[in-house]
């Protein structure tokens, strides 16, 4: 015999007891979600996932917000990056192994690296003076900088000053001598930038070979200073051409057993992501180098960080894709043909692509 069907309608959830003070996480007395008005059952609601906490104006909330957000974030970070850096190819196969809660996503892991990456090394070269960057000065405040740093330069051989001031007032007049070749209002070029571009030629394209050569003239004018510029901010978004093509290239490679595209690109974004990791090491071992004089030391983090990148490569694939040391070793070797061919063709596409964008 079937049990009567009740009529009564469902009970809901009673409202949760208060917390104790110095306790933010706590359930709303209310028994519906304030968001979606769904029935709560616990602390999270079952349909929007917000939390269940106290009035939103408590400045308990708000400190409770930010501290969870960041033990969160840390737990999950260094997580990722230990595993990134230590355990090559293990984060690749948690991924599809489908345990992701604990790590950061692949596309988001990649690009805080690569930004992390791109804005050191413009720093680097910034402090250091290592790529060619002219100062943004007249030339007649730079000439004016000049006899001063000359003067001071004087002043402090006759007077017995330290090496260390010396060696600083020569790579300012370094720096100074090194802004001057760009070319300022009163100076002219050695080659006109009709007779420099005059040579680019290209057939069947009136329309290409005229902005071809406006380009050209644009940045012989300059001596290149806005294409080094533009070509410089166009490498980050280059990568987003030359990762897919690299992934296309791994899924030619291994091709049985049969892997979604997606397998290789994610392979490669935490590769790439691992590789960046590894050059801000070095870069800041580079640092530090610098800053105590132990020049030996910024090349050995360099040899050292290219080593440590070539073996975590082989490992990855060694891990991830499961095939034998030998077969691996072959596939490593084909895969570095094509990443230099591929980086290459990517690089040479960013400086045309930069050149007509340069104004």
Known sequence: MSEPISTRPPATPAAA???????????????????????????YCARCGQQVRGSARALSTLLFDARDALIHLDSRLWRTLHALSLRPGRLTAEYFAERRASYLPPFRLYLVLSLAFFTLAAFDRLRFGDGEMPLEVSEEARK???????????????????????????????????????????RKLDVPPEKACEGIEVTGSPRIQAALIEACKRNVGDRGRTLY???VANIPRMMFVFLPLMALFLKAVYWRPRRYYVEHLVFFLHAHAALFLVAIAAMAVRTLARWTGLGWLGGLAAFAGWAYATWYVWRALRIYYGQGKLLT???????????????????????????????
């Open 329 to 359: 070793a072959l596939k490593f070797f084909a895969l570095g043909v094509a990443y230099l061919t591929f980086l290459s063709l990517t690089l040479l596409g960013t400086v045309v692509v930069s050149a007509a964008m340069a104004s």
């Open 144 to 186: 004016e900088a000049q006899r001063e740093v000359a003067r001071a330069a004087e002043e402090a051989r006759a007077s017995g000053a330290p090496a260390e001031k010396l060696a600083v007032l020569d790579q300012v007049a370094r720096r100074l001598e090194k802004s001057g070749e760009t070319p300022g209002a009163d």
């Open 17 to 43: 007891a208060p917390a104790p003070a110095g306790q933010p996480l706590a359930t709303a007395p209310a028994s519906v979600c304030r968001n979606c008005d769904a029935p709560l059952f616990g602390p």
């Open 229 to 231: 510029r533009t070509v």
